[in-house]
T-cell receptor
Framework: GQQVMQIPQYQHVQEGEDFTTYCNSSTTLSNIQWYKQRPGGHPVFLIQLVKSGEVKKQKRLTFQFGEAKKNSSLHITATQTTDVGTYFCAAIIQGAQKLVFGQGTRLTINP | DAGITQSPRHKVTETGTPVTLRCHQTENHRYMYWYRQDPGHGLRLIHYSYGVKDTDKGEVSDGYSVSRSKTEDFLLTLESATSSQTSVYFC????????????FGSGTRLTVV
């Protein structure tokens, strides 16, 4: 079954508001990746986190990896209409060469 | 996008018919993957390949088979399509760099009627 849980499933915000999606696992993860999928598009890689407590920023996006390496978050500051899409976290399953995805958070924005 | 193409882009087929989807890459990557995407489930791994003629099952492999006779091509076959296999199918390649994410194809929207 799904080994990476992501919440919320949907989020609707007003343009300019902040947005956060959370990813949780019951097991320790070796790393975590984040992807963005625009409506009608395919997933596009955003970033990978590897170290415990790691924080990385890409312009208005902030990615965090928990100290225990069991959770991660993506925070968008001051959303813009270009941020619309579904955000997925994904983790490499230890010992296997495959990526398991969370269910995704679909972000819609009211301009 | 990064040398990966899927065909066809759209397909409508009847229940019980065989269907083959193709993924083609031009970058000689060892690992290739097939995922399906359905509302509320995100992306679920069907099968993957770690080399020519080397494949393994993912979490939702029932009803699907794969073949990889050449590095560049990874085929997904639905032996006898069912309505539950109506979905969007994505192929992905895994780059060799440590910090690079997977690269996905544009997807195939399959409808089984």
């Amino acid at each position: 079954g799904q080994q990476v849980m992501q919440i919320p499933q949907y989020q609707h915000v007003q343009e300019g508001e902040d947005f956060t999606t959370y990813c949780n696992s019951s097991t320790t993860l070796s790393n975590i990746q984040w992807y963005k999928q625009r409506p009608g598009g395919h997933p596009v890689f955003l970033i990978q986190l590897v170290k415990s407590g790691e924080v990385k920023k890409q312009k208005r996006l902030t990615f965090q990896f928990g100290e225990a390496k069991k959770n991660s978050s993506l925070h968008i500051t001051a959303t813009q209409t270009t941020d619309v899409g579904t955000y997925f976290c994904a983790a490499i399953i230890q010992g296997a060469q495959k990526l398991v995805f969370g269910q995704g958070t679909r972000l819609t924005i009211n301009p | 996008d990064a040398g990966i193409t899927q065909s066809p882009r759209h397909k409508v087929t009847e229940t019980g018919t065989p269907v083959t989807l193709r993924c083609h890459q031009t970058e000689n990557h060892r690992y290739m993957y097939w995922y399906r995407q359905d509302p509320g489930h995100g992306l679920r791994l069907i099968h993957y390949s770690y080399g020519v003629k080397d494949t393994d099952k993912g979490e939702v492999s029932d009803g699907y088979s794969v073949s990889r006779s050449k590095t560049e091509d990874f085929l997904l076959t639905l032996e006898s399509a069912t309505s539950s296999q109506t979905s969007v199918y994505f192929c992905a390649i895994r780059p060799t760099g440590i910090v690079d994410g997977y690269t996905f194809g544009s997807g195939t929207r399959l409808t089984v009627v």
